[in-house]
């Protein structure tokens, strides 16, 4: 009968409206919809025959995996997983959050691990016993590699109007470890699961416009420049865009590692199940296969729909920007200087992976590129050229549906932010001037700035 | 085997504990695993909601989730004994099997405001190995858009579908394929009597679109309005009208429920977790979360509807005027039998089925009262619809045929009887459809021999 659920979800594709053009976030994959469903919705200019695509792309998507042997075209999960479906971090296809306390589980985030040095393409050196993310869960036979959990550090933050802002700051514990000691170099970086719309346009943006992005001269002390990774289904150094450092070249080479290190489920793209040498019961644990035809867990023709579903899922365009509020925030947005990482505009080049996300003008409030935030936000864990201290500017487009399309929805890469305004006050290192500017607006002027930000 | 798995489990984990204690700067004190492993076939955002909750009702205690389809569970549990606390998923057939088995301990729950029937229908195990924990009703969902283009009533009942008016804009679900959909056929043949039951089963299978999607095809069409109604179960259908999809969902006098279930091992390896996970799901905060937007299902605790959003549908309420008392066990033990009847009856034979019965609207039209006429017309109807067997041969039948998910035992001697039955009700429907031409060409003859 889940089955059956899954299935039984009506497809509504998007609905292209003919608001101002200003509203539209994502040129003609723009959908009008301010529903729970704002960010599950094909993008209007996707072609009719491509629906059955978009259609397995979401069932992979929402799949909840089986362990092998089984009986079920969905058998492989693990032997190591941290979750068993992609809608569990990715909830309604919008933004995981961090468990409240200390006894509570990370159902939509993970950990991040790796140990001082590099691997051989100078991306993170992974744990030689844990590889280079925790994985609460084993099937049977294959212990999970342990629990980790959050304590938070409370501190209170104050605006030049007296007005006081609580802001916590979690740190990462583990407990039963199951493949011995971490280490005392250990570096750990608790990431929640990000949104997955727009993410064919931000792939088609061109490498010329995020290297123009990077040579340009930006007000006080924002900087800004691209991550170099190495682009493993390609073979070759690439330009860094997706994932929380920009350190993934590729949307096929991102959804195949999310595959492979959330779910343990094996890809054309990442083959091996995800045991590290000293795993000896994860080695022996029975695999799935897609068909008898293919030797890995996820075929082909599955692994393609889900990253053409994440090409085409659209983004919701912008809401009341006539509010007079909204545009004050705006003038303030600019004001703080915002912009100057959370570009407004970006155009997608004239080559795309899907036609129709070509030379689009799109809104993502993004540059893609990866700035130094401070020691506050800092994880200290290196990812490429990215160090410790740096996090890519995530895209806010959509962000003010965040928490209608899932309440629990986090702000920031672990989620410690509740509110976008605990996610201002965050900001530090490149942001430290935009985030003073912000400690200064009055509490209208704050209101109108946040007010902006749900209007995006 | 259990002992030698929990073995090697906790091994590790202690080990581990201790090297941490020595080592790690981020080790924190050890605690005793909490945990509750709980086997479902729950869609994530049921799993989801119910682990959050759990979590926060019971702080520490953590959920571990193993999926498996309700017709694979069996396998799992096979080769994985002491595995598992807790089964929870919607799959009757599946409960009642492993109850039989012995599998589950009687529910450790107090089962106080938890009543064991929705009117006649019955939702729960008499011996309460397991609970109903949620149900979906059964009714029609109605496009209220394409009502309204079409000139088309609003059907209430099941008899207001076998009406000529509703040919190609009802789609009823094919019980052998869409796993939901063979209680549909036990609802219509105890709650009218089997002869009448089949008769409209048949009726409204005849006006259906031909059988040639699957159901959630039907969810698809009835959202977006290429038919005016979809036999279907509540939850299917209801996160497209929370969306403002323009439909209606309307529950028939003569309804039943889907139930999903919750039980407890018996040889759960950690007794008090599944002791509390069971009393969660069955408690009012858990009850409750059934009405979250992404979840939808209709409680089995009464008094919480008392809180429920505007314009959910009470069942208990609805059941006060329920005129059947539904029997659960012959319902379960005919379903692979029914399945078969249904195919051999409207999916296989669906175009001589639309054809004698357009015909003998036809024939009933131009009888108008003659008397000798409607009774020709009578057997015809009869023959249309006539069953190859009777209720006692199925019962007598029934566990012979194979259920949804199950493997037919005997393939070849059950070919044969459905081929037989098939060939009987071409007939029936070949005699029944010359009646009907008769009658039609003798009322013509007639007409041309007025002057």
Same mark, same amino acid.
């Given at each position: 009968?889940?089955?059956?659920?899954?299935?039984?979800?009506?497809?509504?594709?998007?609905?292209?409206?003919?608001?101002?053009?200003?509203?539209?976030?994502?040129?003609?994959?723009?959908?009008?919809?301010?529903?729970?469903?704002?960010?599950?919705?094909?993008?209007?200019?996707?072609?009719?025959?491509?629906?059955?695509?978009?259609?397995?792309?979401?069932?992979?998507?929402?799949?909840?995996?089986?362990?092998?042997?089984?009986?079920?075209?969905?058998?492989?999960?693990?032997?190591?997983?941290?979750?068993?479906?992609?809608?569990?971090?990715?909830?309604?296809?919008?933004?995981?959050?961090?468990?409240?306390?200390?006894?509570?589980?990370?159902?939509?985030?993970?950990?991040?691990?790796?140990?001082?040095?590099?691997?051989?393409?100078?991306?993170?050196?992974?744990?030689?016993?844990?590889?280079?993310?925790?994985?609460?869960?084993?099937?049977?036979?294959?212990?999970?590699?342990?629990?980790?959990?959050?304590?938070?550090?409370?501190?209170?933050?104050?605006?030049?109007?007296?007005?006081?802002?609580?802001?916590?700051?979690?740190?990462?514990?583990?407990?039963?470890?199951?493949?011995?000691?971490?280490?005392?170099?250990?570096?750990?970086?608790?990431?929640?699961?990000?949104?997955?719309?727009?993410?064919?346009?931000?792939?088609?943006?061109?490498?010329?416009?995020?290297?123009?992005?990077?040579?340009?001269?930006?007000?006080?002390?924002?900087?800004?420049?691209?991550?170099?990774?190495?682009?493993?289904?390609?073979?070759?150094?690439?330009?860094?865009?997706?994932?929380?450092?920009?350190?993934?070249?590729?949307?096929?080479?991102?959804?195949?590692?999310?595959?492979?290190?959330?779910?343990?489920?094996?890809?054309?793209?990442?083959?091996?199940?995800?045991?590290?040498?000293?795993?000896?019961?994860?080695?022996?644990?029975?695999?799935?296969?897609?068909?008898?035809?293919?030797?890995?867990?996820?075929?082909?023709?599955?692994?393609?729909?889900?990253?053409?579903?994440?090409?085409?899922?659209?983004?919701?365009?912008?809401?009341?920007?006539?509010?007079?509020?909204?545009?004050?925030?705006?003038?303030?947005?600019?004001?703080?200087?915002?912009?100057?990482?959370?570009?407004?505009?970006?155009?997608?080049?004239?080559?795309?992976?899907?036609?129709?996300?070509?030379?689009?003008?799109?809104?993502?409030?993004?540059?893609?590129?990866?700035?130094?935030?401070?020691?506050?936000?800092?994880?200290?864990?290196?990812?490429?050229?990215?160090?410790?201290?740096?996090?890519?500017?995530?895209?806010?487009?959509?962000?003010?549906?965040?928490?209608?399309?899932?309440?629990?929805?986090?702000?920031?890469?672990?989620?410690?932010?509740?509110?976008?305004?605990?996610?201002?006050?965050?900001?530090?290192?490149?942001?430290?001037?935009?985030?003073?500017?912000?400690?200064?607006?009055?509490?209208?002027?704050?209101?109108?700035?946040?007010?902006?930000?749900?209007?995006? | 085997?259990?002992?030698?798995?929990?073995?090697?489990?906790?091994?590790?984990?202690?080990?581990?504990?201790?090297?941490?204690?020595?080592?790690?700067?981020?080790?924190?004190?050890?605690?005793?695993?909490?945990?509750?492993?709980?086997?479902?076939?729950?869609?994530?955002?049921?799993?989801?909601?119910?682990?959050?909750?759990?979590?926060?009702?019971?702080?520490?205690?953590?959920?571990?989730?193993?999926?498996?389809?309700?017709?694979?569970?069996?396998?799992?549990?096979?080769?994985?004994?002491?595995?598992?606390?807790?089964?929870?998923?919607?799959?009757?057939?599946?409960?009642?099997?492993?109850?039989?088995?012995?599998?589950?301990?009687?529910?450790?729950?107090?089962?106080?405001?938890?009543?064991?029937?929705?009117?006649?229908?019955?939702?729960?195990?008499?011996?309460?190995?397991?609970?109903?924990?949620?149900?979906?009703?059964?009714?029609?969902?109605?496009?209220?858009?394409?009502?309204?283009?079409?000139?088309?009533?609003?059907?209430?009942?099941?008899?207001?579908?076998?009406?000529?008016?509703?040919?190609?804009?009802?789609?009823?679900?094919?019980?052998?394929?869409? &796993?939901?959909? %063979?209680?549909?056929?036990?609802?219509? =043949? @105890?709650?009218?009597?089997?002869? $009448? *039951?089949?008769? /409209? +089963?048949?009726?409204?299978?005849?006006?259906?679109?031909?059988?040639?999607?699957?159901?959630?095809?039907?969810?698809?069409?009835?959202?977006?309005?290429?038919?005016?109604?979809?036999?279907?179960?509540?939850?299917?259908?209801?996160?497209?009208?929370?969306?403002?999809?323009?439909?209606?969902?309307?529950?028939?006098?003569?309804?039943?429920?889907?139930?999903?279930?919750?039980?407890?091992?018996?040889? &759960?390896?950690? %007794?008090?977790?599944?002791?509390?996970? =069971? @009393?969660?799901?069955?408690?009012? $905060? *858990?009850?409750? /979360? +059934?009405?979250?937007?992404?979840?939808?299902?209709?409680?089995?605790?009464?008094?919480?509807?008392?809180?429920?959003?505007?314009?959910?549908?009470?069942?208990?309420?609805?059941?006060?005027?329920?005129?059947?008392?539904?029997?659960?066990?012959?319902?379960?033990?005919?379903?692979?039998?029914?399945?078969?009847?249904?195919?051999?009856?409207?999916?296989?034979?669906?175009?001589?089925?639309?054809?004698?019965?357009?015909?003998?609207?036809?024939?009933?039209?131009? =009888?108008?009262?003659?008397?000798?006429?409607?009774?020709?017309?009578?057997?015809?109807?009869?023959?249309?619809?006539?069953?190859?067997?009777?209720?006692?041969?199925?019962?007598?039948?029934?566990?012979?045929?194979?259920?949804?998910?199950?493997?037919?035992?005997?393939?070849?001697?059950?070919?044969?009887?459905?081929?037989?039955?098939?060939?009987?009700?071409?007939?029936?429907?070949?005699?029944?459809?010359?009646?009907?031409?008769?009658?039609?060409?003798?009322?013509?003859?007639?007409?041309?021999?007025?002057?």
């Amino acid at each position: 009968m889940a089955c059956l659920l899954a299935a039984a979800i009506p497809f509504y594709p998007g609905t292209a409206g003919s608001a101002d053009t200003d509203a539209l976030s994502a040129g003609a994959s723009t959908v009008f919809d301010e529903t729970r469903d704002a960010y599950s919705l094909a993008s209007p200019a996707m072609p009719a025959g491509d629906r059955s695509a978009f259609v397995l792309g979401r069932t992979m998507f929402r799949q909840s995996w089986v362990i092998a042997p089984a009986n079920d075209s969905a058998a492989g999960l693990g032997p190591l997983y941290n979750r068993i479906s992609c809608i569990a971090c990715h909830a309604r296809n919008g933004k995981g959050h961090a468990p409240d306390d200390e006894n509570g589980s990370m159902r939509a985030m993970l950990l991040r691990l790796s140990i001082p040095g590099a691997d051989r393409h100078g991306g993170p050196n992974p744990h030689p016993a844990y590889g280079d993310q925790l994985n609460e869960h084993g099937v049977p036979g294959v212990p999970g590699e342990g629990i980790g959990y959050l304590l938070y550090e409370e501190r209170m933050e104050t605006f030049a109007d007296g007005t006081p802002l609580r802001l916590r700051k979690p740190s990462v514990r583990f407990k039963e470890l199951a493949y011995g000691a971490l280490g005392e170099d250990i570096m750990v970086s608790p990431r929640i699961g990000p949104a997955v719309y727009g993410l064919g346009l931000l792939e088609a943006v061109p490498d010329e416009t995020l290297l123009a992005l990077q040579q340009q001269a930006k007000p006080d002390g924002i900087r800004g420049r691209v991550n170099i990774v190495w682009d493993s289904i390609n073979k070759k150094e690439a330009i860094g865009r997706f994932g929380m450092k920009a350190n993934v070249a590729t949307l096929t080479e991102q959804v195949a590692n999310a595959f492979n290190g959330d779910l343990g489920i094996t890809t054309p793209a990442t083959p091996q199940e995800n045991c590290t040498a000293v795993q000896t019961d994860c080695k022996k644990a029975p695999s799935g296969r897609a068909s008898e035809l293919e030797h890995t867990e996820l075929s082909q023709q599955d692994l393609s729909a889900t990253v053409f579903y994440h090409r085409t899922l659209a983004v919701p365009a912008r809401r009341d920007m006539d509010d007079q509020q909204v545009l004050r925030g705006a003038q303030l947005f600019r004001q703080a200087h915002c912009a100057s990482c959370h570009i407004p505009e970006l155009r997608t080049g004239k080559e795309a992976p899907l036609p129709f996300l070509s030379d689009q003008l799109i809104r993502p409030y993004t540059d893609l590129l990866l700035h130094d935030m401070g020691e506050e936000l800092a994880d200290g864990r290196p990812d490429y050229r990215a160090t410790g201290r740096e996090w890519r500017t995530p895209p806010l487009w959509g962000i003010g549906l965040a928490k209608k399309v899932s309440p629990d929805a986090g702000y920031l890469h672990d989620g410690r932010a509740r509110t976008l305004l605990e996610a201002v006050m965050w900001h530090g290192g490149e942001a430290s001037v935009s985030r003073e500017a912000v400690r200064k607006m009055s509490s209208d002027d704050r209101a109108a700035l946040i007010r902006y930000l749900e209007s995006i | 085997m259990h002992a030698k798995h929990l073995f090697r489990r906790i091994f590790p984990s202690l080990f581990a504990s201790a090297l941490l204690a020595l080592c790690s700067p981020h080790a924190a004190a050890e605690s005793t695993p909490r945990k509750v492993v709980v086997m479902t076939s729950y869609p994530e955002e049921v799993v989801t909601n119910f682990e959050a909750g759990f979590e926060k009702a019971y702080p520490g205690m953590r959920v571990e989730i193993i999926w498996r389809r309700s017709g694979d569970a069996m396998n799992y549990l096979q080769d994985n004994p002491g595995h598992i606390d807790v089964y929870w998923t919607p799959s009757q057939r599946t409960f009642a099997r492993l109850a039989k088995q012995g599998a589950f301990t009687r529910l450790p729950v107090d089962m106080e405001g938890l009543p064991a029937k929705v009117g006649g229908y019955p939702i729960s195990d008499p011996d309460l190995l397991y609970a109903a924990f949620e149900i979906a009703g059964f009714g029609f969902a109605v496009n209220t858009q394409r009502l309204r283009e079409k000139n088309l009533p609003r059907p209430r009942q099941w008899t207001d579908l076998a009406e000529p008016q509703w040919r190609d804009e009802l789609i009823f679900p094919i019980p052998s394929r869409a &796993a939901f959909a %063979p209680p549909l056929v036990e609802i219509l =043949a @105890q709650g009218y009597g089997w002869e $009448e *039951g089949w008769t /409209l +089963l048949q009726r409204i299978g005849g006006n259906s679109r031909p059988p040639d999607g699957s159901a959630p095809d039907d969810s698809n069409s009835i959202a977006k309005g290429r038919v005016a109604v979809a036999v279907s179960l509540d939850f299917f259908i209801r996160s497209a009208i929370d969306n403002g999809a323009p439909i209606d969902f309307v529950y028939p006098a003569v309804t039943g429920y889907s139930p999903a279930h919750v039980a407890v091992f018996k040889d &759960a390896p950690n %007794p008090e977790a599944a002791k509390a996970f =069971a @009393q969660y799901v069955l408690s009012s $905060e *858990g009850q409750k /979360l +059934l009405f979250h937007p992404d979840l939808l299902r209709l409680p089995v605790r009464p008094a919480v509807y008392a809180d429920k959003p505007a314009g959910y549908y009470d069942p208990f309420n609805a059941a006060k005027v329920m005129p059947y008392e539904f029997d659960n066990r012959r319902a379960q033990e005919r379903q692979g039998l029914n399945n078969a009847l249904f195919d051999v009856m409207v999916t296989k034979q669906h175009a001589n089925l639309r054809e004698v019965l357009d015909t003998l609207a036809r024939a009933e039209q131009a =009888a108008g009262n003659d008397s000798a006429l409607n009774t020709q017309l009578d057997q015809a109807r009869k023959l249309a619809t006539r069953l190859p067997i009777t209720e006692e041969q199925a019962n007598a039948l029934s566990g012979r045929f194979a259920a949804n998910f199950e493997i037919d035992t005997k393939p070849d001697a059950n070919a044969a009887l459905l081929r037989e039955w098939s060939e009987q009700v071409a007939r029936n429907r070949r005699e029944a459809l010359q009646i009907a031409q008769r009658v039609v060409k003798a009322t013509h003859d007639a007409e041309d021999r007025k002057p």
